[in-house]
């Protein structure tokens, strides 16, 4: 039984786990790694590491970056949500900025 959260997955989201899958399978191949190979470089079962290459949105984040640290993809990991590459973040950012600074009275009695 699936949870609701994953019944709840935008196309466009599992069109992205899946190229993310693709992707994954095509750098295996690349490296000339065979399924079980990756499997056991990942610590896990064949079944789980062929969900990865299908893009299954079931399987952990852990399982995901462990395959993609053995391809040699592992810093990219940390690089996803990195703010200074958030462009939506950057432009809440400027428009929270004050349109005048007014220097801040000194407290009486000091």
């Known amino acids: 039984m699936q949870s609701s959260a994953l019944e709840s997955l935008s196309p466009k989201l599992r069109r992205s786990l899946a190229k993310l899958g693709g992707d994954i399978a095509t750098a295996r191949r690349k490296r000339n790694l065979t399924v079980m190979m990756m499997a056991e470089r990942i610590g896990s079962a064949k079944s789980t590491y062929l969900k990865v290459e299908k ?13 993609l640290f053995v391809l040699g993809f592992g810093d990219a990991i940390g690089d996803i949500v990195d703010p200074r590459r ?25």
């Open 55 to 67: 893009g299954d949105p079931s399987v952990s984040m852990g399982v995901y970056a462990m395959a």
């Open 86 to 110: 958030d462009d939506v973040g950057l432009l809440l950012d400027a428009e929270r900025l004050p349109k005048r600074v007014r220097p801040k009275k000194a407290p009486v009695g000091l």
